[in-house]
């Protein structure tokens, strides 16, 4: 199963080889893992999507949770929680396809932040779910180029991740 | 006033009561060797190879209660450690390497003797450092030796770039570390332990299995008196062996691929099984499915989560010391009213000593060959069960740990998870300085020592007398048994041809040697080796031994802990087995 997982670590040089590292030595899986300092420049929050039996989901938890630079790990599937992702998505838009992307990009509230003569560059933003159908919806032939930043997970109301 | 990073890292090791110090030198790490040389508080140990450095440092933590510490220079230096820190790391060691590096601005540069040690070793160490400022330096020593003590143990490497050793700053020694990413639990959940102490009193059929955690916790003894105020039969891991005593009636022996029929046989069969600082090992518990096939209740006292619930599902899992924990529950069961089973304890020994009386330890005495079980006996007779045993990888550490019985914790060394041919030697000198009245042997193989035996050298160099018995069956014994039992008796590349002349080799290093061909001659010889004469000596014992000798018992790959490849005797029919003189294994 497709597990969320947000771990706060410390801001310091070879944290994020040493989580990584851990990843495919032990052979978990990593389905996407984005990473960036918070508000407190001494810590990073790392959000990694992997996906795994209960058992091997478990223990991805606790290797985490040993390294001495990770502070805290929470499984966000625990609870509810709230996921989002970006995905900037250049097009093709010439012709008769122009106008189809546009409308295209507002049904998925999608921006267009860059314009040319032949194509749009979107920007999309939601879950990784809506970033896919948003691949499907669209023909396969006109999309030149994505790049998605690969989900960021918060837990949803009162719950936190803090130290 | 300000001193150079090299003092600073001197000095630190002091503060921390370092006694020895096991390494090499190199470019990188002048500077340090340079402030070594200007200070008298603690030694250093030149080896011969980095990587016996590492393990001698290894074996220095695993026989007493100190961090043993290795100090290698950069690039061939530090590669040369790391199998000696991948040792450690299986076996949950502290131990604190420092490495040299190249200075900070030739980093990433493919500098002259750079490699990315910290990224080497990443995976194969409990934490490390790569300093690149003088002023961290201090602080960095003293939270490596921190980490690598507290929780489960580890190796933690320090890695120093050559122009921090040479900068200059303040000395201050911190003391006291605070790391909030780091917080090892000691103390177990009390209701977790409550309902462990509630489920061995009320087993049919209990079961206590002891790893390597009882030994490095420094819990032997609340192990046995838990073993004992219980009543129910104890099983060792091969690391934890010496955490209940070998020689008591209640010890069952090793357990796993190489345990005895016994105590495979109460493993499989129990019903409420304690593991005690003991990881569910492939080679002790083989298939868990089939473990799990015959139903059991588990508690798993484990200070590392990661361990729980790794291979095997813990009913109790308990989180924590074992000796904390243990002294918890102990608390609990004397304050109970409650008792065990009497009537089912009873049964359950029945059964445990049907499974004892088939000796599956015996092995047919010969007049003509010297049998390598035979050696490890004679050893452990004539040291009284008091050596420090320390040994290779292969057959031979099987049979030092199946027929030496430790009954104390930190006398047994060896590489376990790893299985690092070429520990012995080195450890045995590890151990030696660690504890300079200690009677300390080494049980090694051909193979093995050959792996590690310019420490012959090192050792004549700082007069550790240790004695090596070399069960010298002329093949990498292990690796003919599995290619005579799976591979059709193919020996491929397993016969050890061109053996040198060790007599000659010890005597060339300047230490006895002794060549031992006749059965009738072990007892003689060992006795000479480990007599006043040779006190101060090292000797070197070559034993010809009968090199078709197997390991027996054996849980054959995929095979369960009740389905042992049995020695020859215990597969015989009928009432020749039970007229057998068994009296060779008292
Ligand atoms: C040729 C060969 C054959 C082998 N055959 C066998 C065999 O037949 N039988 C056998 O048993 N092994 C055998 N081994 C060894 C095996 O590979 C493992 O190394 C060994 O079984 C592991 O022992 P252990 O479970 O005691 O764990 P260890 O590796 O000693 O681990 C200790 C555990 O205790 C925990 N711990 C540490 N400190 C504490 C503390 N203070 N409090 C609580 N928990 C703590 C750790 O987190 C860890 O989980 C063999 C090895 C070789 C090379
Ligand atoms: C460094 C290393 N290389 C290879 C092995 C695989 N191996 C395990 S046991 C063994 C044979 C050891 O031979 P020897 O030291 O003579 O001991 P014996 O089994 O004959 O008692 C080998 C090659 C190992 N454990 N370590
Ligand atoms: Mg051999």
Redo the contacts with the bound molecule.
Sequence with gaps: MRHILSILLENEAGALSRVVGLFSARGYNIDSLTVSTTEDATLSRMTIVTHGSDEVIEQITKQLNKLIEVVKVIDLNESEHIEREMMLIKVRATGKEREEMKRMADIFRGRIIDVTEKTYTIELTGTSDKLGAFIEAVDRSVILETVRTGASGIGRGERILKI | MQISGAEILVRSLQEEGVEFIFGYPGGAVLEIYDAIFRQNQFKHVLVRHEQAAVHAADAYSRSSDKVGVALVTSGPGATNAVTGIATAY???IPMVVISGQVPTPAIGMDAFQEVDMVGITRPCVKHNFLVKDVTELASTIKKAFYIAKT???GPVVVDIAKDVTQAKHEFSYPDSVQIRSYVPVTRGHPGQIKKAVGLLLEAKRPYIY??????????AAEVTELVRLLGVPCT?????LGAYPGSDRQFLG??????TYEANMAMQNCDVLLA?????????ISVPSHFLGAPKKIIH????P??IAKRVKADVPIV????H?LAEMLELLRASSQRPDAQALAAWWQQVEAWRDRKSLWYQPSDELIKPQHVVQTLYEVTGGNAIVTSD??QH??WA?QYYKFDRPKQWL??????TMGFGLPAAIGAQLANPDATVACITGEGSIQMNIQELSTAKQYHTPVKVLSLNNRYLG?VRQWQEFFYGTRYSESYMDALPDFVKIAEAYGHVGMKIENPADVEPAIREAFSQKNRERLVFMDFRTDQSENVFPM?GNGKGLDQMDLPPHMREQGGEAADRDYGNLC
Aim: no cysteine.
């Design positions: 299986m076996d949950s929780g489960r143990p002891v790893g390597g955690g009882a030994v490095q916790g420094n819990a060792n891991t091969l690391m934890g090793m357990l796993g691929m190489h345990g005690v600082g003991a990881r569910f090992d492939d080679r002790v006292i484990d200070v590392d990661s361990s924590g010391d074992v000796k924990v990888v292969g550490q099987m740990a060896n590489s376990g998870g790893l299985g292990m849980v």
